[in-house]
């Protein structure tokens, strides 16, 4: 394969200069619309409006605790819980619109959504590229090596004919076999003389072989054929056409990102333990989700074998957990294990952490404070130490059940991976900002925010 002439130069993405005029409306529009959100049900109901809050409040906390119940029980808790979880919110709306409530309900929320979403990007706009160095490539692999599992995605490697692509492209192709190594068929390649390993394939194989790409020092290509690829996603990468990535080959540009470890398992994503890590042990998770999560959810939450889990995050302790993600640099947003969110950056060296518990109604009702209801702990620290009260612990690592010995320490192995992209890709979105109304305050009002109004360059 030729080599492209030039020089290796050391850059780093921006995007363009955010307006600070453009922030300073959107913080403008979002006190308004805060405003006129707390104004709606005052003009409404006057100081009557106060107790249609706490009802609305009581009906979404019923209704949380109507949820736990359907799912840390069987038989009739679960079904009163079921009832529960309807019946509560539909009440609420029956009141509201009983006594002609519910428009100004309505208009009031929608207004309050309009707040925080503007609050959030006046804070930080949502189109910058990620701040992750850049390496312009000046040659192109002379042995690259790619390892496609045809099965992955519900088989895109031969739907975008990902074999010929990658063969056209000068890459030796070796295609998964079922209970085949593919971290022995990478080690194979690397001692073969390979100068750049790939994967088409899912976020567990993704992750196997870029072990192996890192303890070789060799450049490392995602090309997303599998069913979700958040690595994919955070890097940028189009997933709906994985045969973009094979441009990383030709023209690319070089990032360093980190590498997650839980204890001699690499992860690219997250490694997930608790709860949902012992629901996908079950056989049957794969061909029936709902199901195996519904039949196994009460024995995990509130059965006598229901895991609870310890973690030391530096200098931080939690205990009592029922689930716990550690993931390769912080999330912006984490609902669960199976939808994690972004994250604005692979090369902070940092794990992100979050831990969930709620092991009562009385905790399922206070879930609808939010961060502050002390279910949900988010941290960032640079190493973890997960115990349990057995010997060993169920782990999820990019989706892939494996079951390590207890205590679990997980920490991060910041730069070690040399990932090789497309030059032209995807910016990855910004992670939103928090609605730090203070700040958009001092924005709307054009007031010097310290430096911290926009998004840094």
């Known amino acids: 394969m030729g080599t492209h002439a030039g020089h290796t130069r050391r850059s780093r993405a921006a995007g363009p200069a955010p307006s600070r005029q453009g922030s300073t409306g959107r913080a403008r529009l979002a006190v308004l619309a805060l405003l006129a959100s707390i104004t709606v049900p005052l003009v ?31 038989g009739a808790v679960r079904a009163l819980g079921a009832v529960l979880s309807v019946a509560a919110p539909l009440t609420v709306l029956a009141l509201f619109a009983t006594f002609g409530m519910l428009g100004p309900a309505l208009l009031s929320l929608a207004l309050w959504v309009l707040a925080v979403a503007s609050a959030r990007t006046a804070l930080r706009p949502g189109h910058a590229v990620s701040k992750q160095s850049q390496e312009a490539v000046a040659e192109t692999p002379r042995a690259p090596w790619i390892v496609m599992n045809p099965r992955s995605g519900g088989g895109k490697v031969g739907r975008f004919q990902l074999v010929e692509k990658a063969r056209a492209a000068g890459c030796r192709v070796a295609l998964l076999d079922a209970g085949q190594d593919v971290v022995q068929l990478a080690r194979q390649a690397a001692a073969a003389g390979a100068d750049l390993l790939a994967v088409a394939g899912g976020d567990g194989t993704q992750a196997l072989v870029a072990e192996v790409a890192a303890r070789h020092d060799l450049p490392f290509v995602v090309v997303p054929a599998g069913t979700r690829n958040h690595f994919a996603l955070d890097l940028g990468l189009d997933r709906d056409d994985p045969a973009k990535a094979l441009e990383a080959l030709t023209d690319g540009v070089e990032l360093r990102v980190d590498l997650g470890y839980a204890a001699d398992r690499v992860f690219v994503n997250n490694a997930s333990f608790g709860t949902y890590a012992s629901v996908v042990t079950e056989p049957a998770y794969r061909d029936a989700k709902a199901r195996t999560s519904l039949r196994t959810l009460p024995g995990l939450l509130t059965g006598e074998g ?142 010097p925010v310290r430096g911290r109004d926009t998004a840094p360059a």
């Open 44 to 74: 409404a109901a006057g100081l009557r409006s106060v107790l249609w809050v706490l009802v609305g409040i009581a009906g979404v906390a019923l209704a949380a605790v109507g949820v736990w119940w359907a799912l840390a029980h069987t």
């Open 306 to 447: 229901a895991p609870r889990l310890r973690a030391r995050a530096d200098r931080t302790y939690v205990d009592g957990l029922q689930a716990l993600l550690v993931s390769n640099n912080p999330y912006g947003r984490a609902v669960d294990a199976a939808r994690p969110g972004r994250r604005e950056r692979l090369d902070t060296g940092l794990l992100g952490v979050v831990c969930l518990r709620v092991g009562s109604a009385v905790q399922a009702a206070g879930v609808v404070r939010g961060p502050r209801s002390g279910g949900l702990v988010r941290l960032n620290a640079g190493k973890v130490v997960v115990e349990a009260d057995s010997d060993v612990i169920p782990v999820g690592i990019d989706g892939e059940h494996v079951v390590l010995p207890a205590p679990v320490v997980c920490h991060s192995a910041p730069g070690a991976l040399r990932v090789r992209v497309p030059r032209r890709r995807h910016a990855p979105r910004v992670v939103e900002a928090s609605a730090d109304w203070p700040r958009v305050a001092r924005l709307a009002l054009r007031r």
